[in-house]
Nanobody, 122 residues
Framework: QVQLVESGGGLVQAGGSLSLSCAAS????????MGWYRQAPGKQRERVAT???????NYADSVKGRFTISRDKAKNTVHLQMNSLKPEDTAVYYC????????????????WGQGTQVTVSS
């Protein structure tokens, strides 16, 4: 079982910055991918950025050049630095962890955080 604790959401003016953090804890679980997803009112949840154990990075086109994802493997944490924020970035941001239980390493599971609100005012 994995538990995710998110922090760093809030209200910021357009052009400003925010930093999100997600800490994963649990036992008998090996993390593969960590990342951030977001969901705005009336829209489907979308992938923002992910990072794998091997260090592969993936960003949504809408955030490339503005957001940076990083991972601390030793601390099982993932961070999302968000710069040049736009009103369109307003959404609930969710941390997601993908990995496998130690007794079943070939089958991966997804775990989600509770979400943190990011609001960008114009």
């Amino acid at each position: 079982q994995v538990q995710l604790v998110e922090s760093g959401g809030g209200l910021v003016q357009a052009g400003g910055s925010l930093s999100l953090s997600c800490a994963a804890s649990g036992s008998s679980f090996n993390i593969n991918t960590m990342g951030w997803y977001r969901q705005a009112p009336g829209k489907q949840r979308e992938r923002v950025a992910t990072v794998t154990t091997a260090g592969s990075l993936n960003y949504a086109d809408s955030v490339k050049g503005r957001f940076t994802i990083s991972r601390d493997k030793a601390k099982n944490t993932v961070h999302l630095q968000m710069n040049s924020l736009k009103p369109e970035d307003t959404a609930v941001y969710y941390c997601k962890v993908t990995g496998a239980r130690t007794w079943s390493p070939r089958y991966e599971h997804d775990y989600w955080g509770q979400g943190t609100q990011v609001t960008v005012s114009s």
